[in-house]
């Protein structure tokens, strides 16, 4: 296979990767009985599930082998109700550098389509990399009463995604 490719089939892992532990914290919390919190990761697995399939889609549209990727087991036992949300930081930081990786080797190939179809990937990771940082910050302000989370949520969820908009699109459809 070739490069460029190859790395995007081994995104699709770490797309499904990331919607795996997504979900692993949504089920903690949602045990803890923090509706809100729960239902912020269950929207975010199935968004990272929705970037999967993007790469899929991408494939799919430029006649490239595709390898369904198996994912590592996610981590499911946390100790407080600020490590969660860490951890989510950690792994947002973690996809922006593979994706700006993934743009690189783009760019090297001279593989400007490809690259292009990156851009938004880029944008979305700045997003979240952003809104989980502020979550970050409320939940470990409020880590003694968890409740003021919840209330944050409830007040600042639902709000449009531009980013929404332009995204490309998912394989099979976007959940
Ligand atoms: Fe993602
Ligand atoms: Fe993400």
Not at 90 to 119: K, P, W
């Amino acid at each position: 296979m070739a490069r460029f490719p190859e790395a995007l089939n081994g995104q699709i892992g770490y797309e499904f990767g990331a919607s795996q532990q997504y979900v692993a914290i949504a089920v903690h919390y949602d045990s803890l009985t923090l509706p809100q919190l729960a239902a912020h990761f269950y929207r975010q697995a199935v968004e990272e599930r929705n970037h999967a399939m993007m790469l899929v889609q991408y494939l799919l549209d430029s006649d490239a082998e595709i390898a369904i990727p198996g994912v590592e087991a996610p981590q499911t036992s946390f100790g407080d109700v600020v490590e969660p949300v860490r951890l989510a930081l950690e792994q947002e930081r973690r996809v922006t550098q593979q994706i700006v990786e993934l743009a690189r080797l783009a760019r090297e190939e001279g593989d400007l389509v490809g690259e292009q179809f990156l851009h938004w990937f880029l944008q979305e990771q700045r997003e979240e990399v952003s809104s989980m940082s502020a979550l970050l910050a409320v939940v470990t302000r409020s880590a003694d009463n968890v409740m003021l989370v919840e209330d944050y949520l409830a007040r600042e969820s639902g709000g449009v995604n531009a980013l929404e908009a332009g995204a490309p699109p998912s394989a099979g459809g976007a959940l």
